[in-house]
């Protein structure tokens, strides 16, 4: 299905449904059931514009491919994002031959977790569910129109922009987009190339290149939702699910459980350059452990290493096989920087290290992804609320570059939406 198909499918099935009966309230903050303190907040519908909407709201994350015949397009999209993988000045041909080469393994992978990557549906139901929940609670802002915009598949982040014109936004008409990133913690390989991406796209659509002007009247008027790996309902959701996996274990063995949070690495090329991802998936890590009051032994961990250089570690398929040569046979292992099921839960963690790994060891287990969780998507909303609230175009970290960069993509598109600023400031006030 293409993104127009996708994103108009989205906004029609919105502007459908009946107004969203209020989750907030009967959720106490993220997740009690206090029935009895429901808020009172004026009815909103789709139709109904507050002085501020229509807000799109924008999920924005790498994708991944939703049937193995989109698996070809999608890595040679990866590889040849320099953002991520840096390749060298010959990027623009290693990055096709390896993604050739490629293909037929990773294709094999998709067909084993179901022929394809769940982050769309996931992504797509986290986003409405959102945006129902903020038509409620920022009316002022409302309608909010969920739309997703991926890095490297469908739905792509230049069809996504099409679609904003088509529904109205930008060309002349104006109005507020927020661009949500899915990756709770900061990396310019994938934060930072997304925001690259869509830079770019309003250039593109909207922007100089369009009308020759960098800032043409009635342009959509962007703000950044950058980073939030510490957010209180973000910690809380993981911590449930930590704790309902311990749950499975016997009373007396479960306080000697290992837990071992598992992040995406990065290349030490990027690591060294200063960028803020290892840093703030820590914080995410400490962060459960103080709300799980220390009550595991734990480590931080690194999987889905690509290529012969050097890469941030210790890997988690080796932490695990050096733990039970220690004696540890009870581990749960904890996707901390994915916000939903992908290729690297369902195959890397849940096939090669549980199944393959760990095989015989029933003491080894996966905490459920955050998914279709509500204590987290009412987190989302409240991040998004507190955002549109402050009249910041992006956190005041994401102005800051890395140590070692030297792109002028980076500088254009941090200037870009920085400046954004003023003009966001004077619509809240
Ligand atoms: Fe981090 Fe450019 S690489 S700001």
Not at 319 to 339: C, N, Q, S
Request: proline share 7%.
């Amino acid at each position: 299905m293409s993104i127009r198909h996708s994103a108009a499918h989205l906004t029609r099935s919105i502007a459908q449904r009946p107004v969203a009966r209020s989750p907030v309230g009967l959720l106490d903050r993220y997740g009690s059931q206090k029935a009895g303190m429901a808020s009172v907040v004026p009815p909103v519908t789709q139709n109904s514009v507050g002085k501020q909407g229509p807000t799109a709201m924008v999920f924005m994350n790498m994708g991944g491919p939703s049937t193995t015949d989109e698996v070809g397009d999608f890595l040679s999209r990866l590889f040849a994002d320099a953002d991520l993988i840096p390749l060298g000045p010959l990027q623009s041909y290693i990055g096709p031959l390896i993604s050739r080469r490629r293909t037929p393994k990773i294709q094999k992978q998709y067909a084993a977790i179901g022929g394809g990557s769940p982050i769309r549906k996931w992504s797509e139901y986290q986003c409405e569910e959102m945006c129902k929940i903020l038509d409620q609670i920022s009316p002022e802002t409302a309608p909010h129109r969920p739309y997703v915009a991926f890095r490297y598949a469908n739905p792509l982040t230049e069809h996504m922009y099409e679609q904003l014109i088509k529904d109205g936004f930008g060309r002349g008409n104006g109005g507020r987009a927020v661009a949500f990133t899915q990756y709770p913690q900061y990396s310019c390989s994938t934060t930072g190339s997304s925001l690259n991406e869509l830079w770019k796209w309003r250039n593109r659509l909207e922007g100089k290149r369009a009308t020759g002007e960098v800032n043409p009247d009635g342009a959509i008027m962007w703000s950044v939702i950058d980073r939030w790996p510490t957010h209180p309902g973000l910690v809380e959701a993981f911590a449930r699910n930590i704790e309902d996996k311990l749950a499975e274990y016997p009373e007396e063995a479960r306080k000697d459980v290992v837990l071992l949070f598992s992040a995406h690495s990065l290349p030490m090329s990027v690591v060294n350059r200063g960028d803020p991802y290892p840093a703030e998936v820590a914080a995410t890590v400490n962060a459960v452990m103080q709300r799980l009051k220390h009550s595991n032994p734990y480590r931080l961990c690194w999987q889905s290493q690509v290529g012969p250089s050097a890469w941030l570690g210790a890997q988690t398929s080796d932490t695990v096989k050096h733990y039970f040569e220690r004696g540890h046979t009870d581990m749960i292992l904890v996707p901390i920087a994915f916000t939903s099921d992908h290729i690297e839960t369902l195959y890397e963690i849940d096939q090669e290290v549980l199944h393959e790994d760990a095989k015989g060891h029933p003491g080894v287990k996966r905490a459920e992804s955050l998914n279709g969780s509500p204590v987290f998507i009412q987190a989302l909303a409240d991040i998004a609320h507190a955002h549109l609230q402050s009249g910041d175009s992006c956190s005041r970290q994401m102005g800051l570059r890395c140590q070692g960069c030297k792109s002028e993509r980076c500088l254009e598109q941090k200037r870009f939406f920085v400046g954004e600023q003023a003009k966001i400031l004077p619509t809240v006030r």
